[in-house]
């Protein structure tokens, strides 16, 4: 490819009425107060919270009478589409639960030690570890272990836990969300009712809280059709993950920067111990990289064969394998408001990631808290108007959600400039408590950025310390059928060369080039939605789709 590419130039359009449904919910509609969309952190988080307040009102004789709570996850079984790191930040458990101690949370061990390496091919030197990402105090865990054991405390007061039902769409009556509806299942490969095929399922609610993660497409449909800006547009990065056997314990964790990134892309590594013999590790690259063929796949592989890597991998075993899009942009990236008629937003869905810290659990736990109390109060009030969800507007303003990503607000922005321009500003900002530079670093959406050039020959794994991305998408559990219908949106007569482009964007082998142009193998998707951001549109497919994680 000759002429930089701008990937934008060849992304379809948000196909916004695919995503917001204006008539009438279906006569069989399921009547609900609240419908948290998405079984992370922030939707668990909050759903707990608003069944604990419900709960003590009516025993308290406020009178606000039974509210049916719902939770509605697009995985077969809750964690099984949870992604990170993870080292978590305490506080959002201590906040939900502050009757229980440390110990009784679902967290593998705190973190005793830590190291942070400026890699070259070769050679690894430690550096000082930046005071943000300095975790004394936080603790080593699996998310889906926590998702699972926040599901379980979801169930004991009573919320309707419902795995296995994505939302395709949001229910509208003129400027208000109504409700959701779910996908069909049982679509034949050409979209058509096929073996064990059951319609989608509309469920009312008077607040549709959205928790969806990253990327979704129903907080982007909600946005573009209110018309909710941001100063900055969202950023996103795309992180691997593996989860490794290995022979030798680790006793730190480890952070890495620099190689095998190359020097005008950001991101690092991390390797955490979860147990004595068992290791989690990945690879975070910003989207806004400037290479046709950068492959945060294949980069994470080289990576493992280093020697700071492969001294501990080698002889041991990969367990499984994940990928996520990390919404990057922070504080100048979050949305003018988080409000609207009968409908909130929370957690990665609104952009509330730390990248300086590495941290976004505890802030998805404390936004749902948040969330669940203006909801609370909304409906006390017998009013879900904008106008009064907009307590949780100001509850996140005045919340350490708000103060952290003020802090940093332009830290991951100054890697625009390349990585030694970045770091050198990032470390002024940390002295300045991020009052240099003062105001705002723009930046343009990642598919904005024109790409070009090549990165490095081709790789080839061995199938031992490194893999294909098909041997990868195994490891994930992907439990997608053959014969499902694509759930991608890509455009036709794509210039040459962009087929390639979306293949090594892509994590997980879903395009190939073709003699005939692209190839789209939907069911290897792991639902990461990277190439959503630069490229093919994603959607939600039938429930149970996509990977089983485990251990991540």
Known sequence: MAEPLIPADHQPALPRDRFLVSEPP?????????????????????AIELARLVKKDNEEGGGIGEVEIAVLEKAEELGQHNLSGSVVNPSGFRELFPELEDSDFPFRRPVDKERVYLLTERKAWRVPTPPPMKNHGNFIASICEMVRWLGGKAEEFGINVFTGFPVASLLTEGDAVTGVRTTATGLNREGEPGGGYQSPTDITARVVALSEGGRGPLTQ???????????????????????????????????????PLPLDAFGGSFVYPLEDNLVALGLVVGLDYRQTDLDVHELLQRMKLHPRFKSLLEGGEMLEWGAKTIPEGGFHSLPERLTGDGLVMMGDAAGFVDVASLKGIHYAMHSGIAAARAIFAALKADDVSGKKLASYDAAIADSVIHRDLHKRRNMRLAFRD???????????????????????????????????????????????????????VYKSGNSTRDDIPSHLIAKEDLPEGLD????????????????????????????????????????????????????M
Request: with cysteine; proline share 8%.
């Open 500 to 551: 390639q482009f979306y293949a090594h964007v892509c994590p997980a082998g879903v395009y190939e080039a073709g003699p005939d142009g692209l190839i789209v193998n939907a069911p290897n998707c792991v639902d990461c939605r990277a190439t959503d951001v630069l490229g093919p549109r994603w959607s939600p497919r039938e429930g149970g789709s996509g990977p089983r994680y485990k251990r």
């Open 418 to 472: 390349g990585f030694f321009t970045g770091g050198f500003k990032s470390s002024l900002m940390i002295l300045t408590r991020g009052r240099f530079p003062g105001g705002k670093i723009d930046v343009e959406r990642d598919a904005e950025v024109p790409r070009k050039g090549e990165l490095d020959e081709d790789f080839t794994p061995d199938g031992k310390l490194t893999f294909r991305k098909v041997d990868a």
């Open 221 to 259: 449909a909600w946005r573009d059709w209110q018309g909710v800006t941001s100063p900055n547009p969202q950023i996103y990065a795309l992180g691997v993950k593996e989860i490794w056997e290995t022979k030798e314990p680790l006793d730190a964790i480890m952070h890495t920067l620099g190689w």
């Open 26 to 46: 279906d006569e069989e509609a399921v009547p609900m107060d609240v419908v948290f969309v998405g079984a992370g952190p922030a939707g668990l988080s909050g």
